[in-house]
């Protein structure tokens, strides 16, 4: 054969080798997801009385909340894990964490090991009034049955005890492997379950809310924001139809979903200043109605408008029972000019609300058994930074250790709402995660 | 032999302006199978038609006439691993359902780029040769795909939880065809010694130009808020335009050994208009759809529908001008040697922005808000797009060898290190990946059957890993201009050819 033709087919052998190696099908290498999906319980609601019979617009008496449970905690392994109740803040229902991608993070962090399996049972709160702060107030000492429910006997108490006994899914009962968290809001009703219920959680994680109702300076947190409620009730009373009729800032009173700020403060008033309390009902069902009738309503302290009460701090004709027609009134913590005053009563029982009196309250040590995570951004809103780092400050104060995660926004969106709440769940898991295993 | 050694050293000099690239940008690798065998340095050999893309003062020379086909067959084997993060200074990060660390490839294809042109001697103006030639310049084609919210780590299902049908099946990508129909003549201005060649072009270019941007959520919170503060906009712009190019060049044959060559390429802008598909995928949240005092606009953005229409668009295509040198040196009657250096003006492409007008097919009420301005949103889904570049100047050294084993088989062996225009630059997309100097061998044979010529060469281009990070937005219009991670590419090009002298 002629050395041409020798070299002729090395080549085309060459050429030949190098498409056929170099040049096969690898696809386009994107994956997809095999997470499988356990379970979400929407309807992990729970009837609780009588903590929640006369909280407004909730006849049937029910906590609202929806479940993550994890594979291992189904049948037919049915393995008992760790608890971690998260409170939504004020403007979210108890699908919030999971529309913030809470069922998603969680399953790729089982999957991944990156942390332990574990029940999460995310508390709704009401978005009608802007949320009741998990709060309630007392008289007398005792809790009083007022519109926005008396939280403190539910979130540390009855709710974990119905989770880990009755709920259908094997909860550990230990304080060591439960946890609680919340956001905004939710934050301020996470620390007032554990100062209300030391011992029950040993970790609790927030992002920035109404951590310190007066601020640093005992002069600005919520204070700050009572110019901000004015200014919004100013602004939509002009622009109504109204606008000729002589305003009453307390008559005209607004709450709705356009004024926040507002809201939120209808909500808090409800659970710490409301006008009336102690208001007995009996209720009754007849053919599946159920009719209530008001047997007596009292007045939370004597000095109550009317009869000796704060008159300037007064809202009436805002809210009422869509069942039994009762007008629920309540007093702000301010009045028309946005001031509190040092013998305003509305705002000395918002104070006595406040995370460091209920500190005070609980006695120096409430938090030895209790790990804490909060996340603070400069850029929250409605002071919330400023409230939450008075807060860490003060607790720094007392000897309780903080772990603090400093967040801000990135250049293409701010922290302005709850941006990040998708960012920061992974951290608040994992942080319970590490708690409960170490413990 | 002083000739030859200034003319190297002008070439290297060239050659060390431009430190450090390939057919860089999207420009075509070459054509003609002598060409490509010997790595493209063929500016000053310039023996057959395809001397219309190099050096047209090489028709001058040629004796007989020619006609020829090339079909080039180029894979292009690129990898991307996304890290796409949207990072605070606290390390809080973001992919919006980018699959990041994912190892993912380009859309496995064999592109086929034909070439033919055929060149005569007519006796006019004293024995010119013409020629007429179809080849590319410019060309790229690569798609990918790299968003799934529900891919492996990524899972971003919070955003939208039943959008896998609205996803387009090729995400992003680029087609970008620039067919140069040239007509080319070259004449000897000293007989023996030096010809002058020209080539007037009529361009065509083809762009189907698929991307993938993330537009900020314009509504407040809670509406924005994570996983919903970026919308992702898909868009399929197809169009074509039409636009003139010149190539020139002088052949100087020094000694009896040794040819020296200039040559330059000036093509002119091209305003390549068609129309454009957008998808918006929207974020699925059904308690906030429901939520009292959410209006009709608000409902839009949480609906997790996909809301698609159409519009024109308009772009403008600068495609840069080019200037090279070639030198060949006949060691003896079986072997040739040569070596080219081409500067591409790069810096003149700054990257393609879309204009777009006459939406149609906007819902009725995306149309309202989008014509009638009432809402903060309407300019929302009508915004422009802009990719904008900021490349360099790139150069380009080839060297390149033929051998005459006999009147029957000819041997070709070629090396090129080409400079990428983009080596400065963070705003580097799949779209068009060119990572870095790039190195690229050919070899490859001609066998001569009569006045046949059956030819084959191959040749594998290597490109340097590069990694990009963070995000980039040039032009500060809130759209990312890049997609930072890990780059790997290399290109395969056999080029098959067929040739008849006459």
Redesign the interface.
């Given at each position: 054969m002629p050395?041409?033709l020798i070299?002729?087919a090395l080549?085309?052998c060459?050429?030949s080798m190098?498409?056929f190696v170099?040049?096969d099908?690898?696809?386009?290498?994107?994956?997809?997801?095999?997470?499988s999906k356990y379970g979400i319980d929407p309807g992990g609601d729970h009837a609780i009385q009588p903590e929640l019979t006369y909280q407004i617009r909730n006849p049937q008496e029910m906590l609202l909340g929806t479940v993550y449970i994890p594979e291992v905690a189904m049948p037919p392994s049915s393995q008992p894990v760790p608890l971690l109740i998260l409170l939504a803040p004020e403007?979210?229902?108890r699908?919030?964490f999971?529309?913030?991608?809470?069922?998603?993070?969680a399953?790729?962090m089982i999957a991944s090991g990156e942390i332990d399996p574990m029940v999460i049972y995310c508390v709704g709160n009401d978005?009608?009034f802007g949320g009741f702060f998990y709060g309630n107030s007392y008289a007398n000492g005792s809790p009083n049955n007022i519109p926005s429910g008396n939280y403190d006997g539910i979130i540390g108490d009855k709710l974990v005890d119905w989770l880990t006994h009755d709920y259908i899914t094997a909860i550990i009962d230990q304080s060591a492997k439960r946890g609680i968290g919340g956001v905004g809001q939710g934050a301020y009703g996470a620390f007032r379950a554990v100062l209300k219920h030391p011992g029950v959680f040993s970790s609790i994680s927030v992002t920035d809310g109404p951590l310190d109702f007066n601020g640093r300076d005992d002069a600005s947190g919520l204070m700050d924001l009572f110019q901000t409620v004015i200014d919004e009730q100013s602004a939509h009373f002009i622009g109504s139809d109204a606008d000729t009729m002589p305003f009453d800032f307390f008559y005209h009173f607004d709450s709705?979903?356009?004024m926040p700020v507002s809201m939120m403060f209808v909500g808090g008033a409800l659970a710490f200043s409301p006008n009336d309390t102690l208001v007995e009902f009996t209720r009754y069902t007849t053919n599946n109605v159920i009719t209530v009738t008001i047997d007596a309503r009292y007045p939370i302290a004597a000095d109550t408008f009317p009869g000796g009460g704060d008159s300037s701090t007064f809202v009436y004709n805002v809210i009422t029972d869509d069942i039994s027609g009762h007008d629920f009134d309540f007093h702000l913590p301010f009045d028309a000019n946005g001031s509190s005053g040092a013998s305003n009563w509305a705002w000395s029982r918002w104070l006595s609300n406040n995370l460091d009196s209920l500190y005070m309250q609980a006695g120096n040590g409430v938090f030895d058994s209790t790990k804490i995570w909060v996340a603070t951004s400069p850029c929250s809103k409605w002071n919330y930074h400023e409230m939450t780092t008075s807060w860490i400050e003060f607790l720094g104060t007392q000897g309780d250790s903080v772990e603090v995660?400093?967040?801000?926004?990135?250049?293409?969106?701010d922290v302005?709402?709850?941006?990040?709440?998708?960012?920061?769940l992974r951290k608040m898991l994992k942080f319970h995660s590490d708690n409960f295993k170490n413990n | 032999m002083r000739i030859a050694k200034t003319a190297a050293g002008l070439l290297a000099m060239l050659a060390l302006s431009a430190p450090a690239l390939f057919g860089s940008g999207f420009e075509n690798t070459g054509m003609g199978i002598t060409a490509k065998g010997m790595g493209g340095a063929f500016r000053a050999v310039a023996n057959d038609w395809t001397a219309a893309y190099y050096n047209p003062a090489g028709y001058a020379f040629i004796l007989d006439n020619q006609l020829g086909f090339n079909l080039g067959l180029v894979?292009y084997?690129n990898?991307y691993t996304p890290e796409y993060l949207?990072?605070?200074?606290?390390g809080?990060?973001?992919s919006w359902g980018i699959?990041n660390d994912?190892?993912?490839?380009?859309?496995?294809e064999?592109l086929n780029k034909p070439t033919l042109g055929f060149a005569v001697r007519l006796p006019f103006w004293g024995e010119t040769v013409f020629g007429l030639s179809a080849y590319q310049p410019f060309d790229y084609n690569v798609s990918?795909?790299?968003y799934?919210p529900?891919?492996?780590?990524?899972?971003?299902?919070?955003y939208n939880d039943s959008l896998s049908m609205f996803i387009p099946g090729k995400q992003i990508g680029n087609n970008l065809d620039v067919v140069a129909f040239q007509l080319s003549a070259g004449r000897e201005f000293k007989e023996g010694k030096l010809a002058l060649g020209i080539g007037l072009q009529l361009l065509r270019a083809d762009l189907e130009f698929h991307d993938l941007s993330f537009r900020?959520n314009p509504r407040?919170?809670?509406l924005?808020?994570?996983?919903r503060?970026?919308i992702p906009e898909f868009t399929v712009n197809d169009g074509y335009g039409w636009g003139f190019g010149l190539r020139a060049g002088a052949l100087w044959k020094a000694t009896e050994k040794l040819n020296l060559a200039i040559s330059a390429y000036l093509p002119f802008d091209i305003t390549v208009s068609g129309t454009t598909e957008f998808t918006y995928i929207m974020p699925k949240?059904?308690?906030?759809y429901r939520?009292?005092?959410i209006d009709q606009t608000d409902q839009m953005f949480v609906a997790g529908g996909a809301i698609e229409f159409e519009s024109d668009f308009e772009t403008k295509l600068k495609l840069p001008s080019s200037v090279a040198l070639g030198l060949a040196y006949q060691v003896n009657d079986k072997l040739t040697v040569a070596m080219d250096a081409e500067y591409t003006l790069w810096s003149y492409y700054e990257g393609l922005e879309f204009i777009y007008t006459d939406q149609q097919g906007l819902p009725s009420h995306v149309d309202q808000i989008t014509h009638e301005r009432v809402y903060p949103e309407s300019e929302f889904f009508s915004q422009n797009l802009s990719r904008p570049v900021e490349w360099k100047n790139a150069g380009k050294v080839m060297l390149g060898a033929l051998y005459d084993?006999?009147q029957?088989?000819t041997?070709l062996g070629g090396f090129s290190m080409d400079q990428s225009p983009s080596r400065e630059c963070t705003e580097i997309t799949p779209q068009f990946l060119d990572t870095g100097t790039k190195k690229s061998i050919s070899?490859?044979?001609i066998?001569h059957i009569n006045q046949w010529n059956l030819g084959?060469?191959?040749a594998?281009t290597s490109y340097p890993d590069i990694a990009i990070s963070g995000?980039t937005?040039t032009n500060k219009d809130?759209i990312i201009d890049n997609f930072p991670g890990a780059y790997k590419a290399?290109t395969?090009e056999?080029v098959m050819s067929i040739g008849y002298r006459f």
């Open positions: 050395r041409y070299i002729l080549l085309i060459a050429i190098i498409i170099g040049c099908d690898r696809g386009t290498g994107v994956t997809t997801a095999n997470v403007y979210g229902n699908y919030y999971f529309e913030a991608g809470l069922e998603e993070i399953n790729e978005p009608t709705s979903y356009t995660h400093n967040y801000s926004g990135h250049g293409y969106s302005s709402g709850d941006e990040y709440t998708y960012d920061l | 894979h084997r990898e949207a990072t605070d200074g606290y809080n990060e973001d699959l994912q190892t993912l490839y380009n859309f496995h064999i990918w795909n790299l799934n529900y891919g492996t780590g990524v899972d971003f299902s919070a900020t407040g919170t809670p924005n808020d994570r996983p503060d970026q949240n059904d308690y906030l939520r009292t005092g084993v006999n029957t088989l041997l070899f490859g044979g066998v084959m060469v191959t594998y995000l937005d809130n290399s395969y056999t």
